[in-house]
């Protein structure tokens, strides 16, 4: 897990607040990946991307957005927070077969 | 796109017994199947793949098989032990790894 850090692990925020979770991974892989975690409901893929230049809409894309800033950082912005936004979230790293997920942070949003 | 279910989502087991957590999956394209563990308080950790050429792969205590046929994936893990106790994943994917489509997991309970 120390390959693939999240920041911040925890986090309270109000309904209607911009919210940035950043992602940065050690392992030089291209890929990289936003889960959304939720009892029950296991992982639902957000957004990934195969490169810098490349960034992809997963299952439940909508309010939410992602940068690329480096092929070792990807950063999750939600615009304007919403108490169904509030989950656990993963960065997850890949060399096209394998994931590496990073430990996740958990957001509350009120 | 891929639907991966999982049964069952609780399972506790007496140490020493064995455990069996079965997926399905949907979309014949799929041909890799990791499982993932996770501890509480830590993000998923791939502990056995297998690829859909092989029928059958086995890692010490753990083993997953895979019947393409009737599309549907087991984990099997022998001898359990109280560190086994944590929430397991299947998933389905391609080699090209695009998307990756997680089961909705199972909390393995493993009772001293």
């Known amino acids: 897990d120390a390959d693939v850090t999240q920041t911040p692990r925890n986090r309270i925020t109000k309904t209607g607040k911009r919210i940035m979770l950043e992602c940065s991974q050690t392992?030089?892989?291209?890929?990289m990946y936003w889960y959304r975690q939720d009892p029950g409901l296991g992982l639902q893929l957000i957004y990934y991307?195969?490169?810098?230049?490349?960034?992809n809409k997963g299952e439940i894309s909508d309010g939410y957005s992602v940068s690329r800033q480096a092929q070792a950082k990807f950063s999750l912005s939600l615009e304007s927070a919403i108490p169904n936004q509030t989950a656990l979230y993963f960065c997850a790293t890949s060399n096209s077969i394998t994931q590496y997920f990073g430990p996740g942070t958990r957001l509350t949003v009120l | 796109g891929e639907n991966v279910e999982q049964h069952p989502s609780t399972l506790s087991v007496q140490e020493g017994d064995s455990a069996v957590i079965k997926c399905t999956y949907s979309d014949s394209a799929s041909n890799y199947f990791p499982w993932y563990k996770q501890e509480l308080g830590k993000g998923p950790q791939l502990i056995i793949d297998?690829?859909?050429?092989?029928g059958e792969k086995k890692d010490q205590r753990i083993a997953v098989t895979l019947n393409k046929t009737a599309k549907h994936f087991s984990l099997h893990i022998t001898e359990t032990q109280p560190e086994d106790s944590a929430v397991y994943f299947c998933?389905?994917?391609?080699?090209?790894?695009?998307?990756?489509?997680f089961g909705t997991g199972t909390s393995l309970t493993v009772i001293p």
């Open positions: 297998i690829r859909s050429n092989v």
């Open positions: 392992k030089g892989h291209d890929r």
């Open positions: 998933a389905a994917s391609t080699y090209a790894g695009n998307q990756f489509y």
């Open positions: 991307s195969f490169d810098v230049k490349d960034i």
